[in-house]
């Protein structure tokens, strides 16, 4: 596994983010010597989703208006239906997004997370996947859409749901160790 150490990465999430898509991705990071941020609207804690119901909460380390993209080598965004788009209504979360691909830097997004990416206006001409039930919207924002368990392009990682995770998070760290992406924009 690759070594991230000196490598700081943001996760990005809210209130019904699916647990899995970040305790996994985090430890995965964390393994490979990352320090991981978990990144939030509000201090304090946010409640995860897991099995249908509320699940654990976690801490928020640092809160949106305290941090910059430049604080980072890297963001990952995990799903969940209620996380990702209570943060896309938000224009802090947005912005604080696009400025990672503005920026050139790695990208990782679950499942519903790749919402954000749409709403960012980050996703024309990239390859894509997601939980399938919002192809559509990613497709309308000009994504290249499959079915696969995970999918990369330039720095981009994404995948469908919890069973891609071993997938996903192999791929994150090797993105993220790779660093900046040229074709990483904007």
């Not at 990005?12 to 939030?40: C, M, Q, W, Y």
């Not at 209504?89 to 400025?99: D, G, L, M, R």
């Amino acid at each position: 596994m690759e070594n991230l150490k000196r490598k700081i990465v943001a996760i990005l999430a809210t209130n019904g983010f699916e647990e899995s898509e970040l305790r996994e991705p985090k430890k995965a990071l964390e393994d490979a010597g990352a320090e991981v941020h978990i990144v939030s609207l509000e201090t304090g804690e946010i409640k995860s989703w897991n099995d249908g119901n509320w699940g654990k909460t976690y801490k928020v380390d640092k809160t949106l208006d305290e941090v910059s993209q430049k604080d980072y080598n890297a963001l990952m965004l995990p799903g969940g239906v209620i996380n990702p788009d209570l943060l896309r209504n938000n224009s802090k979360a947005v912005s604080f997004v696009k400025s990672f691909f503005e920026n050139h830097k790695p990208v990782g997004a679950i499942c519903h997370g790749p919402w954000l990416l749409a709403e960012a206006a980050v996703l024309k001409g990239r390859n894509v996947t997601s939980y399938s039930s919002i192809k559509t919207d990613l497709i309308n924002a000009g994504a290249n859409w499959s079915d696969e368990e995970v999918v990369v392009d330039q720095g981009l990682v994404t995948s469908r749901n919890p069973d891609d995770l071993p997938a996903f998070n192999a791929k994150l760290v090797e993105e993220i160790y790779e660093g900046k992406h040229n074709g990483q924009t904007a």
